[in-house]
Nanobody, 115 residues
């Protein structure tokens, strides 16, 4: 059984930082394209960042230069370092792992940026 479990969300002030982590069981992240997506209330789910099996990274336009995605093959995690957070970053953040035809999602972790 495959499980993706996100952690690290919470409440942070504007300009602050958070580090999200996604731990996988049942799969090895190194064999998947992995990413982070987010969904704010009333908005569609959007891409935050993706890291491919080959290590190529892609970022959503709104987070470029502020967020960094990385994989840890020893811990079997995918992490998202979020700096210079803004109120508009407030959303539920979801971890994803894809290797066709398999597509796995975590339950999400809430990130709230507010003073």
């Amino acid at each position: 059984q495959v499980q993706l479990v996100e952690s690290g969300g919470g409440l942070v002030q504007p300009g602050g930082s958070l580090r999200l982590s996604c731990a996988a069981s049942g799969i090895i992240f190194a064999f998947y394209d992995a990413g982070w997506y987010r969904q704010a209330p009333g908005k569609p789910r959007e891409l935050v960042a993706v890291i491919t099996r080959g290590g190529t990274t892609t970022y959503g336009d709104s987070v470029k230069g502020r967020f960094t995605i990385s994989g840890d093959n020893v811990e079997n995690t995918v992490n998202l370092q979020m700096n210079s957070l803004k109120p508009e970053d407030t959303a539920v953040y979801y971890c994803n792992a894809v290797r066709q035809p398999y597509d796995y999602w975590g339950q999400g972790t809430q990130v709230t940026v507010s003073s």
